[in-house]
């Protein structure tokens, strides 16, 4: 099943169904209102009162008495996190609702799966966060495909661009042929249908005319690639159509993120520390990330309030263990975190603007899904009239409060 307007929840679920889609179908369900006490909450952990060797012990109670151990570690001070994301957060004047700590969940269990997936809650500024809503928008253009050049000849600069000019009624002309790329969505082959994850809502498509116009087709747009170009038909890097630079603020974001965590902790040698000796995940080569970590290609997915992507695993990438950087801008969602197979359940994670996270070694190899944007979280300094904003912030708090949620998700191919 592909990323879709969501459907009236189903009162009778087959039985068949795996753990991951019965976890997807309820969070997806619009009969009720979410339960978000079910969903691990960084702002709802109980922490230790003393570090030992470097960490924070903690433990999440979800709503239903599950509990989950995670460790928090301070991220290692780099300069240019300081540039990026406040100076003042590392001169010791912490600004409210800013963290420079990351959270490790299930370091030490036998769900090894989730080993190498950290979670940084609220890590970036709030004007830092406005300038990435900025860039995503302004980078969802040449020579950076969209979920729609298949289907329509955008104007060169972009959707965004032209809606920032003005150009709001500028037709644009639907294509005579869409190749394949955006293809319908289809339950039939839900593990090959990775370029349909993506696919924006066809039935949206379809119904346009043969011209629609600048401003009816942005809230239509559902992602963008940055960096390499990766084709979703054949699920293949295009080496030769060239590298185009990652947006600089994705990328100094992304890069700075991964160099700056402390790794030890979320690989750290279990064999002595855990009941389970088997259960000791193995230890990629993060000593080099920190020193060379590279992100060089990404997509950019633009959400709507009713838009979800199904469960997959993000495994194109030659180098396919080392950190993969997600950014959530906008409105608050739930993102499901499984296992190597939907048989096993997934754990819901509340994801605000402003968290990252981070997918890395066995992690890499874990479903993941983002059933469900939550309606009503748009946080006040990103809506249109936020006070401390640029005077041309308006357009994009226009944007982000009709409904969106934008995640930047970077890797790096080599
Ligand atoms: O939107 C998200 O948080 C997850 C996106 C994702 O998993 C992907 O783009 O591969
Ligand atoms: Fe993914």
């Known amino acids: 099943m592909g990323r879709k307007k969501c459907v009236q929840g189903n009162s009778t679920p087959p039985t068949n169904i795996s753990a991951f889609r019965d976890e997807e179908r309820r969070w997806k369900s619009r009969l009720a209102a979410p339960d978000l006490s079910l969903a691990f909450d960084a702002d709802n952990i109980a922490w230790d009162s003393l570090m030992t060797a470097g960490r924070l012990r903690g433990i999440w109670t979800s709503g239903s008495g599950a509990t989950e151990e995670c460790w928090r570690v301070d991220l290692d001070e780099l300069a240019e996190l300081g540039g990026l994301l406040g100076q003042s957060r590392w001169k010791g004047k912490q600004r409210q609702g800013e963290n420079d700590y990351a959270i490790i969940i299930r370091a030490c269990t036998n769900s090894s799966l989730r080993a190498g997936f950290v979670f940084f809650p609220r890590v970036l500024s709030e004007s830092f966060q406005r300038d990435l809503v900025g860039e995503t928008l302004c980078h969802a253009g040449q020579p950076n495909l969209t979920s729609l050049d298949n289907h329509y000849t955008l104007p060169p600069g972009g959707l965004w661009n032209a809606w ?15 190749t394949s790329t955006d293809a319908a969505p289809s339950d039939a082959a839900p593990a090959a249908a990775r370029d349909q994850e993506r696919a924006p809502s066809e039935s949206c498509i379809d119904k346009d005319p043969a011209a629609t116009t600048v401003g009816d087709l942005l809230p239509k747009l559902r992602w963008a690639n940055v960096g390499w170009h990766y084709n979703w038909t054949t699920k293949l890097y295009e080496f030769e159509r060239g590298q185009p630079p990652l947006p ?11 160099r700056s965590m402390p790794w030890q902790h979320a690989y750290p040698d279990l064999r002595h520390a855990c009941d389970d000796p088997a259960a000791s995940p193995p ?16 997509i950019v997915n633009f959400y709507q309030l009713k838009d979800s992507l199904t469960s997959h695993v993000d495994l194109a990438e030659v180098d396919a263990v080392s950190p993969l950087v997600s950014l959530s801008l906008g409105h608050s969602s739930v993102f499901l975190i499984g296992g190597t197979t939907r048989d096993v359940p997934p754990l819901p994670v509340l994801l605000r603007s402003g968290d990252a996270l981070i997918m890395s070694g066995a992690g890499r190899r874990a479903y993941h899904a983002l059933p469900r944007v939550l309606e009503g979280t748009l946080p006040d300094y990103l809506r249109a009239d936020a006070a401390e904003a640029d005077p041309e912030w308006g357009l994009y708090g226009e944007y982000l409060e009709r409904g969106a949620r934008i995640n930047v998700n970077v890797r790096s191919v080599f």
Do not use: F, H, M, N
């Open 283 to 298: 230890r990629p080569d993060w000593q080099r990330w920190k020193e060379a970590y590279e992100p060089d290609a990404g």
């Open 164 to 178: 920032k000019e003005g150009r709001g009624d500028e037709l644009v002309w639907r294509k005579r042929s869409a």
């Open 248 to 258: 600089p603020l994705i990328y100094s974001c992304c890069r700075t993120l991964a």
